[in-house]
């Protein structure tokens, strides 16, 4: 089976705060994903990885920036933390260059920026 | 634009037959993948359909038309622990996928 681990269930920041989310995975998978989940809103893309080194700008890039310097560990970093930023941040991985293979996730880290 | 589409909310009886729609207008369309998400917990992947059709993987059953737009997620002699929100989610031409809200589904004794 296919772990997604994150450091973190639940996290509590302040505003102005440098903020680090992990996620580490265990299948040598080469697609990696970080997304925010909100209430009544579908899962939001904010970075993601399709291999180590490389990243990609999802549909709400702003104020978050991503490391892979890994291929089984991509980091989510907040560059300094606003209220609008807290929410559940789920990562994901996925096997392979084509999208047709399902993204396994991680259990989430909710997060409250104080 | 890009839309996914599903109800907010269904309720259903123990032991009955509950469908969950899911419409779409997407930029181009590579599958369509449905995910279960308990309260609190990760999404896990149910099924993914490419081809117009019905595909059963036991209680749970999904059907894609892609001229309509349209699929649906069929679960059969539902149990307590099927209440869980249902994720549908496209993967349009550039093959990132696009996420419906979720249908929290409640299931009553």
């Known amino acids: 089976d296919v772990k997604v681990t994150q450091s973190s269930r639940y996290l509590v920041k302040r505003t102005g705060e440098k903020v680090f989310l992990e996620c580490v995975q265990d299948?040598?998978?080469?697609?990696m994903f970080w997304y925010r989940q909100d209430p009544g809103l579908g899962l939001r893309l904010i970075y993601f990885?399709?291999?180590?080194?490389?990243?990609e700008k999802g549909d709400i890039p702003e104020g978050y920036s991503v490391s892979r310097e890994k291929k089984e560990r991509f980091s989510l970093i907040l560059e300094s933390a606003s209220t609008n930023q807290t929410s559940m941040y789920l990562c994901?991985?996925?096997?392979?260059?084509?999208?047709?293979?399902?993204?396994?996730f991680g259990d989430g880290t909710r997060l409250s920026i104080l | 634009g890009q839309n996914i589409d599903q109800p907010t909310e269904m309720t259903a009886t123990e032991g009955a037959i509950v469908q969950i729609n899911c419409t779409y207008q997407?930029?181009?369309?590579?599958?369509l993948f449905w995910y279960q998400q308990h309260a609190g917990e990760a999404p896990t992947f149910l099924s993914y359909?490419?081809l117009d059709g019905l595909e059963e993987k036991g209680r749970f059953s999904s059907f894609l038309s892609r001229s309509k737009g349209y699929s649906y997620l069929l679960l059969k002699e539902l149990q307590m622990k099927d209440s869980a929100s249902y994720l549908c989610?496209?993967?349009?031409?550039?093959?990132?996928?696009?996420w419906g809200a979720g249908t929290k589904l409640i299931i009553k004794p």
């Open positions: 994901a991985s996925r096997r392979g260059a084509r999208g047709n293979q399902p993204q396994h």
């Open positions: 299948m040598d998978h080469e697609n």
């Open positions: 990885s399709y291999d180590v080194k490389m990243k």
């Open positions: 997407t930029s181009g369309f590579n599958g």
């Open positions: 359909n490419v």
């Open positions: 989610a496209v993967l349009d031409s550039n093959y990132q996928l696009i």
